[in-house]
């Protein structure tokens, strides 16, 4: 067995680990950052009730029936 091959190998083994977990670690920051985003959109937005306007009547929508 060539010592300094197996060496090299290793080394480029644990290079190639580094770089993985650097890019898992970033795309795990992009989506911590895009679900801050979204929950801060989600708290800033207008209910529905008030972009929409009353429903005419209260009653639409509170019931469903199905006969099959």
Not at 29 to 45: L, R
């Amino acid at each position: 067995m060539d010592i300094a091959a197996l060496s090299m190998g290793m080394s480029q083994m644990q290079v190639a680990q580094q770089a993985s977990i650097s890019v898992m670690k970033m795309a795990m920051e992009t989506g911590t950052e895009q679900m801050t985003d979204m929950m801060a959109m989600v708290e800033t937005s207008a209910p529905v009730a008030a972009v929409a306007g009353p429903s005419p009547d209260a009653n639409i929508g509170r019931l469903l029936d199905i006969s099959v």
